[in-house]
């Protein structure tokens, strides 16, 4: 991945970032789902298009300018303590999401729509808990706590295999680089 590849995926993500960052601050009607729960997923397919196309350090690094990048603008949009929850488990599971993948692909190198639902389920689910017990913690009651991270995570279970058509197509069926 050259560096200007990196730096141009390294700028998406951090616009995916921070615009999660900003809808989780708002609910869907008066449920506990928030508009961030419905972008964030974004990040993962992609991530996993990277992972399918470049090597492992070259995503590694893109994703790590990319937290860079998101830090700032995340303080700025949204409450710190969102920003910190975000930032945290952004830096775990997205970072678990990568070294996940490129084990799964090492083991079952034909088994795409495992290695792309199994990485990014189990690094979703590590983003929900670490999220919502940093963000919400002295915000809002436990229950409200349980049953946000619930409907949150089914919400990421779900973009998950809707987004397996869209792994498929880009990172499987097309055998070239996304941007040479």
Not at 104 to 115: A, E, G, H, S, V
Not at 169 to 180: D, G
Request: charged share 10%; proline share 3%; hydrophobic share 55%.
């Amino acid at each position: 991945m050259s560096i200007k590849i990196t730096w141009i995926f390294a700028f998406v993500f951090t616009c995916i970032f921070v615009l999660a960052n900003y809808g989780v601050q708002f609910s869907i009607g008066s449920s506990n789902l928030t508009y961030g729960a419905l972008v964030y997923p974004i990040s993962f397919v992609l991530l996993d298009i990277l992972s399918e196309k470049y090597h492992k350090k070259d995503v590694l690094k893109m994703l790590r300018y990319g937290i860079l990048l998101s830090f700032i603008p995340s303080f700025f949009i949204s409450q710190p303590y969102i920003a910190i929850a975000s930032i945290c488990a952004f830096l775990v599971s997205q970072h678990l999401d990568v070294y996940i993948f490129f084990a799964l692909k090492r083991m079952f190198p034909k088994l795409w729509w495992l290695r792309n639902n199994v990485s990014t389920i189990i690094a979703q689910l590590f983003d929900t808990l670490i999220f919502f017990h940093i963000a919400f913690w002295f915000e809002q009651s436990w229950s409200w706590i349980i049953i946000a991270a619930l409907l949150d995570f089914s919400v990421k279970i779900l973009s998950s295999f809707a987004s397996t058509p869209i792994f498929y197509i880009f990172a499987i069926r097309s055998k070239h680089k996304l941007i040479t």
